[in-house]
């Protein structure tokens, strides 16, 4: 907590850490393919935006497997991430990722200490979000979803009907971005954080005796 | 590239704590004669200041679980050292989530 007197030297440009970072923290941007997430990620990163690969075998996902995977199976899925330091000492991560790929080990792996995940979603193909959702609710990850305006494709479509078509829960939060515009994805962000805010003061109220008994399994019924 | 020659053969790392947002810093005090190349990188990348396994695997071009076995390593021979992620469950989430909410807000 205590941290070290900042040394402002960041040769690289920006590259690295502010030296006061203690933690960080990550956010899923996920939706169907060509849905806007790389653009998001983009728009909303202060370093230029990066690309890497989990490359997912069964030997990789040996020590958390409990699905008890027989196949040999290989699969690459490519994950475009941005990085927002919030403060002197909290930095943000947003990871954007396919959701069709039901890879558990590879969700299990990239949604484990994850705050919640945007989805973001096309109403010209709205039916495409229904996988990368029901990955979200087998894994207890809280989500909201961001309809990404592009065209205004979306602009005739009554935002009930989009929360109906998609079968959303009442408090699942449902909000228009343009990814390509820093604020309008800033502001799908903080949807997302002030439900995670809602929802986390909820279970403090009325959970007291699951609090005790709270791990991992937990999130399985969620 | 050939990951497995990377970490010679190995497709996982040695310890099971890497998470794609743990930090990672550098230890400057200790000679890099020795290391494989891609660990040599990897010193000189993260020596600046700290950055997360993914950067580190972004700015590598290699897949994260190679990355992790070539962090795992320089962390047993004391080259890096981590800050570890917030655990989901841990309760101070509420003021975690507060905090991004109120950095979030400041952008706009």
């Not at chain 2, 990377?6 to 000679?31: K, Y």
Request: hydrophobic share 40%; proline share 5%; net charge negative.
């Amino acid at each position: 907590m205590g941290s070290a007197p900042a040394s402002e030297d960041s040769p690289a440009g920006g590259v690295h850490l502010p030296s006061g970072v203690q933690t960080a923290v990550k956010v899923l941007i996920v939706g169907h393919f060509a849905v806007g997430k790389t653009t998001f990620v983009g728009a909303l990163s202060e370093i230029r935006p990066l690309r890497t690969e989990e490359v997912m075998t069964q030997a990789g996902a040996l020590v958390d497997d409990l699905a008890g995977t027989k196949d040999k199976t290989t699969t690459t899925v490519a994950l475009d991430f941005g990085r927002l330091t919030l403060n002197d000492s909290l930095v943000l991560y947003l990871f954007g990722t396919p959701g069709q790929q039901r890879f558990t080990e590879l969700w299990q792996d990239m949604t484990r200490g994850a705050l919640g995940a945007l989805v973001l979603a096309d109403t010209r193909r709205l039916g495409q979000s229904f996988d990368v959702m029901g990955v979200l609710e087998e894994l207890g990850l809280p989500y909201a979803v961001a309809l990404n305006d592009f065209d205004d494709a979306s602009a005739e479509h009554d935002l009930e009907e989009v929360r109906e078509a998609l079968d959303l829960l009442p408090e699942t939060p449902l909000v228009r971005c343009d990814a390509r515009d820093r604020i309008s994805s800033t502001h799908a962000l903080i949807a997302l954080v002030e439900y995670l805010l809602t929802r986390n003061a909820g279970r403090a109220d009325g959970s007291a005796d699951s609090a005790v008994s709270a791990g991992d399994s937990e999130l399985e019924h969620a | 590239m050939r990951p497995y020659v990377v970490t010679d053969g190995r497709s996982h790392p040695t310890r099971n704590t890497l998470d794609l947002v743990t930090l990672l810093i550098a230890a400057d005090d200790l000679p890099l004669t020795g290391l494989s190349p891609e660990k040599r990188a990897l010193m000189e990348l993260c020596r600046p200041g700290a950055l997360s396994v993914a950067e580190v695997a972004g700015h590598l071009a290699l897949p994260v679980s190679v990355t992790k076995v070539l962090i795992a390593d320089l962390m047993d021979s004391g080259h890096v050292v981590t800050r570890a992620p917030i655990p989901s469950a841990r309760p101070s989430e509420t003021r975690i989530l507060q905090e991004v909410l109120d950095g979030l807000r400041a952008r706009l």
